[in-house]
């Protein structure tokens, strides 16, 4: 069984940034940060491949940056020039064995 904690979320104006933070209990096939907005689907921001490669939403390219450290247990996603679209409840998802993990989100505010 894989725990899944985040952190760092917070309220910010637009143009700032954030860092969130992913504390994993044990090794992940594969590590994410998923997003949910009031009133529509939980959608992908950023992950890591089972080969490590990064992938990245469309609309947080060039803005968000998913890392991780070497012993593959803690997951950042550093958020920078944030926009008001980017409010939203901002969740860990982690896979081994075919079984996804989801940690309990830390909510991230961008307004003026």
């Known amino acids: 069984q894989v725990q899944l904690v985040e952190s760092g979320g917070g309220l910010v104006q637009p143009g700032g940034s954030l860092r969130l933070s992913c504390v994993a209990s044990?090794?992940?096939?594969?590590m994410g940060w998923y997003r949910q907005a009031p009133g529509r689907q939980r959608e992908l921001v950023a992950r890591?491949?089972?080969?490590?490669?990064?992938s990245y939403a469309d609309s947080v390219k060039g803005r968000f940056t998913i890392s991780r450290d070497n012993a593959k247990t803690t997951m950042y996603l550093q958020m920078n020039n944030l926009k008001s679209e980017d409010t939203a409840v901002y969740f860990c998802?982690?896979?081994?064995?075919?079984?996804?993990?989801w940690g309990q989100g830390t909510q991230v505010t961008v307004s003026s």
């Open positions: 890591f491949t089972s080969v490590g490669i990064t």
């Open positions: 998802q982690a896979l081994r064995s075919s079984v996804v993990y």
């Open positions: 044990g090794n992940a096939l594969t």
